[in-house]
């Protein structure tokens, strides 16, 4: 079945730092993939995303491209914050809606 | 709009007991979902509706788990004879038919003790 495989955590990272989180999936066909964080506490927002290949999603700096040839959709921020301390999510979409989400990658960013 | 509506925010139960959750939707949304997520995971599909059919469930949902949707508007997901396994975040999310907008609530907390 279809899966997301995501950059082992935790990261930890200080302030205006360069982020990359990777991500590679498993799909048949061609899925909408997407970034969602989770501050703590908090539900899932979704952070950006991208419904076909060589698109760039971006968001609050962030920014993802589809990449088709990879299966890939890695998230990058050119100078991160405090503020984006959080857990980031993986996933893809495709067929009856269904998301499937990577496992999570915990980022801590110090002042 | 106030977005997905999820209660009670958390729940500790003693392992047997029933447990019930409730998740409204955003109004206009006609697809309702629920995911479960354990610690250090992420979410993982349970089931979903839509309008008051439910059209997919994971293996994941044991006999023990039944949904509804009564009224196409919110929906309940309830666990008989609860077992510590079944600690997690249940999360629901709604969208609309092509599945734009497909938003998250803040998502149940429960604790099997």
């Known amino acids: 079945g279809d899966s997301v495989t995501q950059m082992e955590g935790p990261v930890t990272l200080s302030e205006e730092a360069c982020l990359t989180i990777?991500?590679?999936?498993?799909?048949?066909?061609?899925?909408?993939l997407f970034w969602y964080v989770q501050y703590p506490g908090e539900g899932l927002q979704l952070l950006l995303k991208?419904?076909?290949?060589?698109d760039k999603g971006s968001n609050k700096g962030f920014e993802a491209t589809y990449r088709k040839e990879t299966t890939s959709f890695h998230l990058e921020k050119g100078s991160v914050q405090v503020s984006d301390s959080a857990v980031y999510f993986c996933?893809?979409?495709?067929?009856?809606?269904?998301?499937?989400f990577g496992q999570g990658t915990r980022l801590t960013i110090n002042p | 709009d106030t977005g997905v509506s999820q209660d009670p925010r958390h729940k500790i139960t003693k392992r047997g007991q029933n447990v019930t959750f409730r998740c409204d939707p955003i109004?206009?949304?006609?697809?309702l979902y629920w995911y479960r997520q354990t610690l250090g995971q992420g979410p993982e599909f349970l089931t979903y509706?839509?309008?008051?059919?439910?059209?997919?469930k994971s293996r994941l949902l044991s006999d023990r788990f039944s949904a509804e949707r009564p009224k196409g508007s919110f929906s309940t997901l309830e666990i008989q004879r609860t077992e510590q396994g079944d600690s997690a975040m249940y999360l629901c999310?709604?969208?609309?038919?092509?599945?734009?907008?497909?938003?998250f609530g803040s998502g149940t907390r429960l604790t099997v003790v």
């Open positions: 509706f839509q309008n008051e059919a439910q059209l997919e």
């Open positions: 996933a893809l979409i495709q067929g009856a809606q269904k998301l499937v």
């Open positions: 991208a419904t076909k290949a060589d």
């Open positions: 990777n991500c590679t999936y498993t799909a048949t066909g061609y899925p909408s």
């Open positions: 109004s206009e949304h006609n697809r």
């Open positions: 999310a709604s969208s609309d038919r092509q599945g734009t907008g497909y938003t």
